[in-house]
Structure formats: C-alpha cells, structure tokens
Nanobody, 123 residues
Framework: VQLQASGGGLVQAGGSLRLSCRASGNIASINTMAWYRQVPGKQRESVASITNAGTTNYAESVKGRFTISRDNTKTTVYLQMISLRPEDTAVYYC??????????????????WGQGTQVTVSS
C-alpha cells in the first residue's frame, strides 16, 4: 500500500498548480483523503480534506483559492491551487485513511502518507 504524490513545482505569485496523489495496493476501502503542508521549523498543517462521501473541509487561509477533489475510483485525490501566494510555499503531503488486509490477511486500519511534493511560490 502506498501513496504517490506529484504535481509540485515553482510558480510565480498568482499562478496555479495541481497536485495529484494516487493510492495503490491491496486496499479494501479509503475514507478521508487530505492534503497537508509543512515548512521547515513549523508543524505540519492541514490544508484540505475530502471524505468518501465528498464532504470537503478547508483551512481558512486557502478557502476560495484551493479545491480538493477525488476521481471516480476514489483512489486519487487532487488539489487545484489558484492565486498562489509566497506563503503557500511548503512541502505538500497527501494522506489517506485506509482499510486493507495485510499479508497474513489481518485487517488493518491506518493513515498512510505520501512522500511529499515541493511547492514554491516566488514573489
């Protein structure tokens, strides 16, 4: 079971980026998927989340600028970011609350994390 994130990069202030994160492996179900971000020296903060039913939640600092969504298979989550600001610069991590069976067929419930993707917004 793994999460693979992509889509980060360098963009000027006011620009846009779209992050993607795909869950793969022997997954039985995925509940909430989310994006977090972290800058050096600070705690990781929640950016946006989306439940399996499509309920979304956003940090105040990104409301109206970021949109979280999931594909029809519910295994990929996206973060569309517009009107980016220098303070959005961070490493972005995706997470997924998973239910799956381990190699010995034991049920496992856990939050998995992607590897992080750098977003840099220049002023």
């Amino acid at each position: 079971v793994q999460l693979q994130a992509s889509g980060g990069g360098l963009v000027q202030a006011g620009g846009s980026l779209r992050l993607s994160c795909r869950a793969s492996g022997n997954i039985a179900s995925i509940n909430t998927m989310a994006w977090y971000r972290q800058v050096p020296g600070k705690q990781r903060e929640s950016v946006a989340s989306i439940t399996n039913a499509g309920t979304t939640n956003y940090a105040e600092s990104v409301k109206g600028r970021f949109t979280i969504s999931r594909d029809n298979t519910k295994t990929t989550v996206y973060l569309q970011m517009i009107s980016l600001r220098p303070e959005d610069t961070a490493v972005y991590y995706c997470s997924a609350d998973l239910f799956y069976y381990s190699s010995d067929d034991s049920p496992v419930v856990e939050r998995a994390w992607g590897q992080g993707t750098q977003v840099t917004v220049s002023s």
